[in-house]
């Protein structure tokens, strides 16, 4: 019974309309956010794909039925349900499932890794440029320019060549192609807000530039970045298997799902499986991701925050 | 705001415009009964210069576009070479002159007449331009300077090569029917000449010979298209049009095979074939080539130049089980460095997996625990397959192998400078004769790092073949062909034991083509695939 | 900061004439242009030095001798310093000449010429399906937030979006072409159809048109719609999904209340004053998705043996084909400057503030 009550206290807490302290003012907000996130069926799947995603990462070992590297040639291409091996055997007789299960450990470093720091990057150039103006945004924009007008291939590869083949400096690569797309879109949004007669406020209130960036432009561009941030992930996963198929990316026998498509992809027609199974591993995942993208943005979009 | 408007405009046409696509005729017949349709990766292709090309695509186009002076029957290379410009040819006393009667009547697709003129022309071209391939006519001694004595048109008729030494007619006769052998129309290939390059550039575009097809467009990476030469001597090809369309996808071109739309498949793999197995409108053509795949151990590593390291991996690789599996269909078990079907062919597999015996040998050599070595690989699915399933078997003997991928020019750097341990490759023979694997795989006249052999697979191996290389050079010389075939053989057993290489495999291609195909060769081990002789 | 109405950016722009300023203006932005090229150049040049890929080897071969290799070395001007080479080339491409491709043995801008259309011209299809359907959809899924049409149309997006391209790309084969029959096969047209009508602009549909060849337009339609759709829906997916988010925030503005109140039809509100505001972030949007497709999508070119400049430009960085990637990548960001440029013009015809 006092775990009831305790719940209950904890729920009254987090639902009271006068805060006592910052954090439970913070607590609150992501209380709503979470009943919120709950409240539409789609992002809240999208959340469920992603915690399978981790949880898979995390007890990969406990999960994967077999060694994700053991070979068995006599049973190569084993169909999916035959010779034990639950969504079949790949070109060198390896349990695919295992072999995904471990993949997803890779596919959340990668993922992890880019979202912290293209991102980032992005919308500090960005925000910058669009609320300093002048020389400052011509020079930024210009390095956003250059970097934008590569084709994203040639820039990642050629930082993959000059730092060493390996997944870390593949995303390190793909990191420095993403940015750019970030940092132009929070200067559009930049440039719709800063004339707006709420930042004249916070500025004759004497708030300094930085300030004013930080604390209040950041947040409004925030919900475009993360759409796009989550529309981006199925691609960069996608990037990172293109690499590896250049070489550049995960090195065999890493049970890199991108890699595993286009070891695969040769017998699409007849053994479907090679390919399709990590196919639907990205497929998932990338919706999750989408799904999920999709929903927070209605969530942490402050300029409507009806409720 | 005229934008919504435009759009739902836009809209609308579309919303008409997509039913209608799906109401076109799905009129996809096959290919028309005069012109063959081929899908093959041809982005190996960077020159139609036959005195410049080295690739298998180059080696392709040649047969179909030039003549040499000697030539093999492309459907029965059994028979060996014949006549071709050459009508008949002598060998003098000492071995050193060769005299060739050139054929009458014979023309160039530009109808110029082919002249022993031409002939002097093309093969010193291919030794005044220094392209890659020149090393299999300047073997005979042949420079820029000699040339006025070595490669001589003595009348319109007769034309006289001269070597530096006495070699195996088989052999000079066998060069003879290579790429870089093809004959040119030198008149035509002179007018093109820019600043003195004797028409490189121009002939890197353009065709200028006197073989079944001359060249219509050459599009990289997209198609090549050649077509009769109403001039030919052995008879106008049946196919008054061949086009070799570029597709990289082998589950593309499967699909285009069974459409109809190409008639000739040229890189299935084995489970297209196995697919395709019960399609009437379609057959396979499988062919002997000539590609070998090996792995080889640096010999200036110093755990990979220990003798009983070197046996051990040899019987780490589990031969029959690659063969069976992943390679089924595309390679046969080989363990020499003669493709089967060259003279002095060596049939022996001394070696298969043998997990006991070679931990017994690593212990001998004092690495009972194993080691960590690394691979480099070129980015190319059948040879990572390769590469993962020796790591497998490396494992067992506790060798942590690592693999390094690549793409193929930045492996193929590294192999050339040394900088590597164990490389897993492929050599395809360059002319129908042993010396041209023989020469890479066991002559090494000096292994110093400064010598820069790179053209040699001994020495980018840093093997220095002591005794091979003399015995090498003694075999090419030979001019009983019995003797000869019989040193070969010998050579091949001794480095099976010795040499840092261990042979697995050699190539067997299977096509894909349309039922009514007839007549098309794939080359077999000797030479590039032909398409004169093709009917459907 | 004393006065917040005018900045002394703007005081500056009120002393001089319009005239004045428009040259001014129209200087800063050729300055950027170049200094954009300038940059895109330099950078690219750098990048092939450092790539331990070989140029050499890619035009010798495997059995080259090293007197070979050393003489294709000074050939290719490998032998002089980076800079010397770097302004060798700069000059070059002043001069209208970006060189040999050692791949295909032409001039790259021939080569330019032949694969940029074939892109062009499945982008341009591609962006125009993601346009006229994703933005569409988008506003439709905003004013009906949260409800089942909203929840579709996302969905549909999302699940698109969410495909590997190279395994949809050949089911999509597998069903259209192979079983179907509906869509042509690989390539831009059936064999026997190449290079029948004469080439203007590289792009067959254009061509086709222009002597109004209808057998070889629906031929080239039934090739390209295939690729141009999978391209398209990935574009739609994301045009509608950025048109949804920026409807969203129009709608909860306080001036669409304002037009609803004083009584404008629901169409007018969203089709004309609502969706009019969110052009510039679309545009950018659009701008940004048009230019990545114009870089060509390598994968997708592999597979429907398209050959455009996607490919073009990979199979030259492997190579370490260097005039060839340099040629590329000075189009790529031609076509990304442009765009941008243009982009910028739309603004302003837009957006009546911005100006």
């Known amino acids: 019974m006092s775990e009831q009550t305790e719940l209950s206290g904890l729920k009254a807490w987090l639902s009271t309309d006068v805060p006592a302290s910052r954090f439970q003012a913070k607590s609150i907000q992501f209380y709503l956010g979470w009943l919120k996130l709950v409240s539409n069926p789609l992002a809240f799947l999208g959340f469920l794909i992603l915690l399978v995603l981790v949880f898979c990462a995390m007890f990969a070992p406990f999960l994967a039925p077999v060694d994700p590297l053991t070979q068995d040639l006599a049973k190569r291409l084993s169909p999916p349900g035959v010779n034990g091996y639950l969504l079949g055997s790949d070109e060198l007789g390896r349990d695919i499932l295992s072999r995904i299960i471990y993949g997803s450990r890779i596919t959340l470093f990668i993922v992890t890794l880019v979202a912290v720091t293209a991102p980032v990057f992005g919308l500090l150039v960005g925000t910058f440029a669009g609320y300093l103006g002048g020389w400052i945004d011509e020079v930024l924009m210009r390095v956003t320019d250059i970097f934008l007008a590569f084709p994203k291939l040639v820039l990642a590869l050629a930082f993959v060549a000059a730092l060493g083949a390996g997944i870390e400096n593949a995303i390190l690569a793909i990191s420095i192609t993403a940015w750019p797309a970030y940092a132009r879109i929070a200067r559009a949004e930049t440039l719709t807000i800063r004339n707006s007669d709420f930042i004249s406020a916070v500025r004759l209130q004497g708030a300094g530039t930085l300030h004013i960036i930080v604390r209040h432009i950041w947040p409004l561009c925030l919900s475009s970045i993360i759409v796009r941030m989550t529309l981006d992930m199925a691609g960069i996963i996608l990037t990172a298997a293109g690499l590896g198929f250049l070489g550049l990316g995960a090195q065999p026998p890493m049970p890199e799902w991108g890699a595993m498509i286009s070891a695969g992809r040769k017998f699409i027609l007849d053994q479907w499986w090679v390919a399709t199974m990590p196919g639907l591993a990205i497929f998932i995942v990338s919706l999750g991701f989408n799904l999920l993208g999709d929903g927070l943005r209605d969530i942490l979009d402050p300029k409507k925050s009806k409720s | 705001m005229l934008f919504g408007k435009t759009i739902a405009a836009l809209s609308l046409t579309t919303a008409l415009v997509m039913p209608m696509i799906g109401a076109i005729p799905a009129a996809y017949a096959e290919t028309p009964p005069n012109m063959l349709v081929v899908a093959h990766r041809i982005d190996d292709l960077i020159s139609l210069d036959p005195q410049e090309m080295f690739e298998f695509s180059g080696t392709d186009y040649a047969n179909s576009v030039y003549q040499t002076l000697v030539d093999y029957d492309d459907l029965d290379f059994s028979k060996g070479f014949g006549p071709s410009i050459a009508s008949s040819w002598e060998i003098s006393e000492d071995g050193k002159t060769y005299t060739f009667k050139i054929a009458e009547g014979l023309k160039f697709a530009s109808g110029n007449p082919v002249t022993a003129k031409d002939v002097e022309f093309s093969l010193r071209r291919a030794i005044l331009l220094k392209k890659t391939p020149s090393f299999i006519l300047t073997q005979f001694g042949f420079t ?178 690659m063969a069976n599996s992943f390679l089924k269909g595309q390679y046969v078990v080989h363990q020499a460095f003669l493709p089967l079907s060259y003279l002095g062919e060596l049939k022996d597999k001394p070696f298969k997996l043998d997990i006991e015996k070679a931990k017994a040998l690593l212990a001998e050599a004092g690495y009972a625990d194993g080691f960590d070595v690394e691979f480099i690989v070129r980015t190319e699915q059948d040879r990572l397959d390769i590469a993962q399933a020796l790591q497998n078997n490396f494992a067992q003997v506790g060798i942590n192998a690592s693999i390094v991928q690549g793409t193929g020019k930045e492996t193929l750097g590294k192999y050339r400078a040394r900088d590597f341990q164990i490389y897993v490759g492929a050599w395809g023979p360059d002319y129908p004769d042993p010396q041209t694997n023989a020469d890479t795989f066991t002559h090494n006249p000096d292994n110093s790092i400064e010598a820069k052999l790179t053209g040699k697979l001994a020495w980018r191996n840093a093997w220095a073949a002591e005794g091979f290389t003399e015995r090498t050079e003694a075999a090419v010389q030979e001019s009983d062909t019995a003797k000869r075939a019989e040193m070969y053989v010998q050579l091949q057993e001794d480095f099976q034991k010795e040499a840092p290489f261990a042979i697995m495999f050699q190539k067997t291609e299977q096509n894909g083509l349309g039922a009514s195909v007839e007549g098309f060769s794939m080359g077999a081990a000797i030479t590039g695939s032909y398409y004169g002789k093709v009917t459907k | 900061m004393t006065s917040v109405d005018i900045t002394p950016e703007a005081r500056r722009r009120k002393a001089a004439s319009p005239f004045v300023r428009r040259i001014k203006r129209l200087g800063v932005v050729l300055f950027s242009i170049l200094a954009t090229l300038f940059g895109l150049l330099f950078v690219t040049f750098l990048i092939a030095r450092v790539m331990p890929i070989d140029p050499v080897l890619a035009v010798v071969g495997e059995r080259a001798s090293n007197e070979i290799y050393e003489a294709a070395y000074k050939q290719l001007g490998l032998d002089k310093p980076l800079v010397v080479q770097f302004f060798y080339y700069v000059w070059d491409v002043i001069t209208g000449d970006f060189g040999m491709s050692t791949l295909t043995a032409r001039p790259v801008l021939q080569d330019i010429a032949r694969v940029f259309p074939a892109t062009l011209e499945l982008a341009t299809l591609a962006t125009i399906i993601g346009v006229v359907l994703g933005i569409p959809a988008g506003v439709i899924a905003a004013v009906n937030e949260g409800r089942w049409q909203d929840q579709i149309l996302r969905f549909i997006g999302l699940f698109g979006y969410s495909m590997p391209i190279f395994w949809i790309g050949l089911i999509g084969l597998l069903i259209f072409y192979g079983k179907l029959g509906w869509v042509g096969g690989p390539g831009r047209l059936d064999i026997y159809y190449v290079d029948i009508v004469p080439s203007v602009t590289g792009m067959i549909l254009i061509d086709s048109l222009i002597v109004r060849d209808w057998t070889i337009f629906w031929n080239a339609v039934s090739h390209i719609i295939l690729p141009a759709s999978i391209l398209g829906y990935y574009s739609l997916a994301y045009i509608s999904r950025m048109t949804r988010s920026f409807m969203l925030e129009q709608l909860g503005q306080e001036y669409i209340t304002t037009a609803r109140v004083k009584g404008l039809s629901e169409t007018k509100v969203i089709w004309r004053h609502a969706l009019g505001n969110v052009m510039i972030p679309l545009i950018t949007v659009i701008v940004l998705s048009y230019a990545t497709l114009l870089e060509g999508s390598v994968l997708t070119e592999v597979i429907f043996a398209w050959p455009g400049l996607g490919n073009y430009i990979t199979n030259a960085l492997l190579s370490a084909d260097m005039n060839a990637v340099l040629g590329g990548t000075v189009i790529v960001g031609l076509v990304f400057v442009g765009l941008n440029l243009l982009s910028d013009i739309l603004y302003k015809f837009v957006d009546p503030r911005a100006r």
């Open chain 2, 144 to 321: 820029e300077e000699n040339l006025d004595e070595t490669l001589v048109a003595k009348d319109d008729s007769t034309f006289v090569l001269v070597s530096d030494k006495k070699y195996a007619p088989s052999f000079v006769l066998n060069c003879m029917t290579s790429a870089i052998a093809s004959i040119v129309d030198s008149k035509l290939v002179m007018e093109n000449e820019v600043d003195g390059d004797l028409g490189n550039a121009w002939l890197k575009t353009n065709s200028a010979g006197s073989g079944a097809f001359k060249l219509t467009s050459w599009k990289p990476n997209e198609s090549l298209t050649i077509e009769a030469n109403p001039n030919f001597s052995e008879g106008v090809p049946a196919m008054k049009r061949v086009i070799i369309r570029h597709i990289p996808e082998s589950a593309s071109q499967r699909l285009l095979l069974e459409k109809g739309d190409v008639d000739i498949a040229r890189n299935l793999t084995p489970e297209d074939v196995a697919g395709l197995s019960g399609n009437e409108d379609v057959k396979i053509a499988t062919d002997m080539r000539g590609r070998i795949m090996y792995i080889s151990m640096n010999q200036s590593d110093e755990i990979l130049s220990n003798p009983k390291v070197v046996e051990a991996v040899k019987y780490l690789i589990d031969y029959e089980g």
